[in-house]
């Protein structure tokens, strides 16, 4: 099948490759933009190219989906998102992560608007689930206002950056929609 790119107003999802390392690095470089992410900030382009790698190997297996979120414009690379593990028993879990420079713009809610409707409708999951480190509150609105519920804190659940992380698990079924 070929890879299935999603159209927005602005935006346009696409399949991630390696003349986009620069661009990821930018965004997985930046200590503020990792706050909260399950990893420490990518030191170089290595670390980048480990975890690109690892996206397009999982991509292989058909259980998880990533994409790149490029401006329509300029062509610029400005993000990443992504189903992990959506073949399992209908539940997908999403990760997505923005460069800092294009916060606050409602440009992740434009993305996420089309991925999800993608995900319950052509990918035919029944559940979404977002992972969310406690504190990471712009990740929290932007999930509310996709009307994600807040399903509750699971306590000390992953061990990652050194340390057992709680996390708050937002769920949304085909049905909420
Ligand atoms: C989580 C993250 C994507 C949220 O980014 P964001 O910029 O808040 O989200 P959006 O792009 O949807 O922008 C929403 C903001 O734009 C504003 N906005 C401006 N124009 C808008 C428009 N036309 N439509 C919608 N919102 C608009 C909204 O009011 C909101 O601002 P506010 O937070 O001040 O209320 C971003 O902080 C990020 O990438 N963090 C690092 C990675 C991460 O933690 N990922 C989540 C893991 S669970």
Do not use: C
């Amino acid at each position: 099948m070929p890879f299935p790119t999603i159209q927005t107003k602005q935006l346009q999802l696409i399949e991630l490759k390696e003349e986009h390392l620069p661009a990821l690095f930018e965004q997985y470089s930046n200590p503020e933009a990792m706050q909260y992410w399950d990893g420490f900030p990518h030191k170089d382009l290595a670390d980048t190219k480990k975890l690109l790698d690892h996206l397009i190997e999982r991509d292989k297996t058909g259980t998880s989906i990533w994409w790149g979120i490029e401006l329509r414009q300029s062509g610029e690379l400005i993000g990443s998102m992504g189903y992990n593990r959506y073949a399992a028993n209908g539940l997908a879990v999403i990760g997505y992560m923005l460069n800092q420079k294009y916060w606050h713009q409602g440009l992740m809610t434009e993305a996420l608007t089309a991925f999800i409707k993608f995900g319950f409708e052509e990918l035919k999951v029944h559940r979404i689930e977002a992972h969310v480190t406690p504190g990471n509150v712009l990740s929290e609105k932007l999930l509310l206002k996709l009307g994600f519920m807040n399903e509750g804190l699971l306590r000390e659940r992953e061990f990652f950056k050194g340390a057992y992380q709680s996390l708050i698990i937002y769920g949304k079924l085909v049905s909420d929609k």
